[in-house]
């Protein structure tokens, strides 16, 4: 029993220092050198189309500009689940919607995600929409791996746990955590969760060669309308 316990001892340790080889400390050189790759990256270059389109059409106050955004987003994320007429017309419909969205009041995110009864399927589409349109405001998706990483190998959240759920407060909470314990608030909010993100793609590259998920690489295949808006 003890030769087992033991063992599985040795194995997760084993484990866990192959992980900090994808996972180190974000030190400013770390950090430094992750966006430097993520900058080469194909996701970064579609992102900013998005984002580039976003900037075009800032308003939300007609359903053409707001079906157009979304459909973007929905080819972007590679999520053709998402049914946009339930999601134009709560946008459409939010009173004040962009008046909030430019004070980043963070209620209009849970809005979007209601607006289905499917919410966890609509909850990463609501913070990419507002993020992309105040990225400097609003939390987008792609960073949460990163984060349940980094906990798991040094404990940064201190005991807590995280809460889950599709609301954004506390979708996000290990996030500012994250971001406090390592003193990393001279960071932007995109660059801190591109840096997560591309942690993450390293590592599931990697072991794509070992364990072949077709989950992992099902992220935006359809790239006629992020051409199309370029």
């Given amino acids: 029993m003890k030769s087992s316990v033991a063992k599985n001892s040795g194995e997760y340790e084993s484990s866990a220092r192959e992980r900090r080889r994808f996972y180190p400390l974000p030190t400013d050189a770390v950090i430094r050198s992750t966006l430097a790759r993520y900058e080469k990256s194909d996701y970064c270059a579609k992102e900013r189309k998005i984002i580039a389109f976003f900037q075009q059409l800032p308003q939300n106050n007609t359903r053409a500009d707001i079906l157009l955004k979304a459909t973007a987003l929905r080819s972007f994320m590679g999520n053709p689940h ?8 709560h946008i459409h419909s939010e009173r004040d919607f962009d008046r909030k969205l430019q004070r980043g009041v963070k209620s209009i995110v849970d809005g979007i995600t209601a607006s289905s009864r499917a919410r966890w399927k609509y909850a990463s589409f609501a913070r990419q929409y507002c993020a992309f349109h105040r990225p400097d405001l609003y939390l987008g998706s792609g ?7 980094y906990e798991r190998l040094y404990g940064f959240m201190q005991g807590e746990s995280f809460s889950g759920g599709t609301r954004y407060a506390a979708h996000t909470k290990p996030f500012w955590i994250f971001r406090e314990f390592y003193g990393l608030e001279k960071y932007s909010l995109p660059d801190l969760q591109h840096f997560l993100r591309q942690l ?3 590592e599931s590259e990697y072991n794509e060669h070992y364990h072949a998920d077709k989950d992992s690489r099902r992220c935006s295949r359809n790239t006629f309308i992020l051409d199309l808006i370029s």
């Fill in 200 to 202: 993450y793609h390293e």
């Fill in 82 to 89: 998402i049914y946009l007429p339930f999601i134009t017309h």
């Fill in 143 to 149: 960073w949460e791996i990163g984060i349940v990483m």
